[in-house]
């Protein structure tokens, strides 16, 4: 079974900080994803990845980057964390594939507080 | 603009009756949809999907249904079982858009005894 990991459960930071959160997944997907899970808003898009060194963004991108130096690891950056991006964070990798028939796997996610 | 709605927050269902969950989306362009069922502090699974080619696909107690020309979909869970309360969330894609999906904003179940 594909596996993603998430570095951290849970995370408090100060506001200003500047945060990783770390995603690594052992199956050689191509994609990897970031999303945040809010209470009635569901899981939005941060930023996604076809492969090493390419990034795209998602529907939420604001104050957030990402890094993909290596196929296996993909790293979410708040650039200076403030309190609206206390969060529930999920990664998710796919393998590329021609058709949209494929799901993600998700990582157990990173739950963020920034106080 | 939510292209993926899940209009019910919260269902609860007593076991062993269906439990049907809805979703509608906007855009026509989805042609694949997927459920995700979601525990507290764990990542969303995948449980189901469909293709757009066809208007049901069934797994076990779990049904999806998709009616494309009400851009409805709807997931069937028969006999309800308490290990099913969890959050479902629905979610769409389309082909070419660089296999990003698009979520809804989830339903929780409750399934009591």
């Known amino acids: 079974d594909v596996k993603v990991t998430q570095s951290s459960r849970y995370l408090v930071k100060r506001t200003g900080e500047k945060v990783f959160l770390e995603c690594v997944q052992d199956?050689?997907?191509?994609?990897m994803f970031w999303y945040r899970q809010d209470p009635g808003l569901g899981l939005r898009l941060i930023y996604f990845?076809?492969?090493?060194?390419?990034?795209e963004k998602g529907d939420i991108p604001e104050g957030y980057s990402v890094s993909r130096e290596k196929k296996e690891r993909f790293s979410l950056i708040l650039e200076s964390a403030s309190t609206n991006q206390t969060s529930m964070y999920l990664c998710?990798?796919?393998?590329?594939?021609?058709?949209?028939?494929?799901?993600?796997?998700f990582g157990s996610g990173t739950r963020l507080t920034v106080v | 603009d939510q292209q993926v709605k899940q209009n019910s927050p919260s269902l609860s269902v007593q076991e062993g009756r269906i439990s049907i969950l809805n979703c509608d989306y906007t855009?026509?362009?989805?042609?694949?949809f997927l459920w995700y069922k979601k525990y507290p502090a764990e990542g969303p699974t995948f449980l189901i999907s469909?293709?757009?080619?066809?208007d049901k696909n069934e797994d076990g107690r779990f049904t999806v249904f998709l009616n494309k020309s009400a851009k409805h979909l709807s997931l069937h869970i028969v006999p309800s079982q308490p290990g099913d309360s969890a959050v479902y969330f629905c979610?769409?894609?389309?082909?070419?858009?660089?296999?990003?999906?698009?979520f809804g904003t989830g339903t929780r179940l409750q399934v009591t005894l």
């Open positions: 998710a990798s796919r393998v590329q594939l021609r058709a949209a028939n494929y799901g993600y796997t």
């Open positions: 199956m050689d997907h191509e994609n």
């Open positions: 990845s076809y492969d090493v060194k390419m990034k």
């Open positions: 855009n026509s362009m989805f042609d694949y």
């Open positions: 469909i293709s757009s080619i066809k």
């Open positions: 979610a769409a894609s389309a082909t070419g858009t660089a296999s990003k999906l698009t």
